[in-house]
């Protein structure tokens, strides 16, 4: 399982940026998909999930900011950020739920002036 997360960089407070993660030895369309982060000193947490039927769920800290989507034709995963804080500040991970020990490199995102 190989799991590529791309698209973090460093942007202003209120701006966007957009994630992707490709998956590789999975059948992704059975699979949920998960964005995870890490920041400093901090607990991995989850960010937000899609089954793969659609079905979505986000933490508080992120609603109405982010959106998770999937192409599974592509087998990609993406969090299109808006709003960014700079508490928003982490490494992004993708994370596949029936692979809970497969982690990718991850993506930095950093918000700030």
């Known amino acids: 399982v190989q799991l590529q997360a791309s698209g973090g960089g460093l942007v202003q407070p209120g701006g966007s940026l957009r994630l992707s993660c490709e998956a590789f030895g999975i059948v992704f369309v059975l699979n949920a998909m998960e964005w995870y982060r890490q920041a400093p000193g901090k607990q991995r947490e989850l960010v937000a999930r899609i089954t793969g039927r659609g079905r979505i769920n986000y933490a508080d800290s992120v609603k109405g900011r982010f959106t998770i989507s999937r192409d599974n034709a592509a087998n990609t995963v993406y969090l299109q950020m808006d709003s960014l804080k700079p508490e928003d500040t982490a490494v992004y991970y993708c994370?596949?739920?029936?692979?809970?020990?497969?982690w990718g490199q991850g993506t930095q995102v950093t918000v700030s002036s």
């Open positions: 994370h596949a739920l029936a692979y809970p020990l497969n």
